[in-house]
């Protein structure tokens, strides 16, 4: 068994609490291989600002899991390198089992999901509590779910969402004794968010979503007061990267996200945790499609990888910085 701690990294709990006592979100940005983890790592470097490398199932699977731990051990040493030992934390995204979960405690992972939203209300409790008793046992923090997200991220998919139930999260954190808690209030999994006939227009012509139902964390944050709450499916979809993609070739269709503004609402109350995959792969997407239909005759793939780590990290700068409030907070 590996401990976090001999990786340098840390877990969420005392984070989480500086966090909410000063109304910003910590970053959670999913990563698969070298160049994202590089640009994380700039990006909060520079802005000063704590993050979350978070890893999928489908990540492990595909970067390996021994890799990712020795990753996660660089990317500490590697802020070091860059002038600022931030707070890091390795966390699993979405584990689907006990077995998961134990599996990336025992190879160093500082903090887990454990994602039972799709069973039956007991037996997410029960699953939950399992992994909160084997995780804290290790100090490994957890965060359980309540309500589903559609859409498709990975291997987790959903047709239609189900909003939090505000009744069900105080007896939930009771009797799992989670770390924190990702709920549903309107975001989704996945770059096409939303379709044009749920959006209304701006005076701008701009395309808006329906707005994110902040009643529902409100209510929330009566009955838990000050517990960390986590949004998942959180990426903006920036559209300068889908018309960059659609016109080097691309065919991204009502890509639609959750507007910035509504994000920096949510970092302002108990939302400490904000998970951004999508924008990542956008963002990687549009810089390789460009280089790839501007330089056809290019081969080497340091010359297509490194634009795209730049557009990462600067993407993942503004999020720290203009979006989620946690830029200067490391």
Known sequence: MVSYKELGLVNTKDLFKKAIEG??????????????????????VDSKSPVILQVSSGARKYANQTLLRYMAQGAVEYAKELGLNIPI??????????????????????SVMIDGSHLPYEENVALTRKVVEYAHAHDVTVEGELGVLAGVEDEVSHEHHTYTQPEEVEDFVKRTGVDSLAISIGTSHGANKFTPAQCTKDANG????????????????????GFPIVLHGASSVPQEYVATI??????????????????????????????????GRLAMTAAIREVFYTKPGEFDARKYLGPARDELKKLYQHKTESVLGSAGKA
Not at 213 to 221: G, T, V
Request: hydrophobic share 40%; aromatic share 8%.
């Open 23 to 44: 109304k910003y979100a910590i970053p959670a940005f999913n990563f698969n291989n070298m160049e994202q983890l590089q640009a994380i790592i700039q990006a909060c």
């Open 89 to 110: 934390v390795l966390h699993l995204d979405h584990g689907d089992s006990f077995e998961l979960c134990k599996n990336c405690i025992d190879s160093g992972f500082s």
């Open 206 to 225: 701009i395309l808006v979503p329906p707005p994110l139902r902040f009643d529902i964390l409100e209510e929330i944050e009566k009955r838990i007061p």
């Open 246 to 279: 659609n016109k080097y070739g691309g065919s991204l269709k009502d890509s639609i996200g959750i507007p910035e503004d509504q994000l920096r609402k949510a970092a302002v109350s108990a939302v400490c945790k904000v998970n951004i995959d999508s924008d």
